[in-house]
């Protein structure tokens, strides 16, 4: 079973960048629509963005468009999802999930099989 190891968080200021990672190990990544999600704190989990197969769809929450940018090297096995314009309501533990139930990218979380342990993002004001 394909497992899902998520880095690039950290803490920053408002207006930053970063750019998370998730690595996958075990399968053929190809064959995964890739999902990045978070949690805020106190919050329900909410879909930030999503990726085809082929990288060739992607989706994304509306509040994050077109500061956030979801791409994949399936060569390496690797999604990335690189955060410009960060703002503190942008804090939360990332996560990526993958599936093989899809072709296309999708918002709902119950579609997804694999999730890796997450990552903190933090923006300070």
């Known amino acids: 079973q394909v497992q899902l190891v998520e880095s690039g968080g950290g803490l920053v200021q408002a207006g930053d960048s970063l750019r998370l990672s998730c690595a996958a190990s075990?399968?053929?990544?190809?064959?995964?629509?890739v999902g990045w999600f978070r949690r805020a704190p106190g919050k329900d989990r909410e879909f930030v963005a999503a990726?085809?197969?082929?990288?060739?769809?992607?989706r994304y929450l509306d509040s994050v468009k077109g500061r956030f940018s979801i791409s994949r090297n399936n060569a390496k096995s690797t999604v990335y999802l690189q955060m410009n314009s960060l703002k503190p309501e942008d804090t939360a533990v990332y996560y990526c999930?993958?599936?093989?139930?899809?072709?296309?990218?999708?918002?709902?979380?119950?579609?997804?099989?694999?999730w890796g342990q997450g990552t903190q993002v933090t923006v300070s004001s």
């Open positions: 999930a993958v599936t093989q139930r899809l072709w296309e990218p999708d918002p709902d979380p119950s579609k997804y099989d694999v």
């Open positions: 075990g399968s053929t990544f190809s064959s995964y629509v």
């Open positions: 990726i085809s197969r082929s990288g060739g769809m992607t």
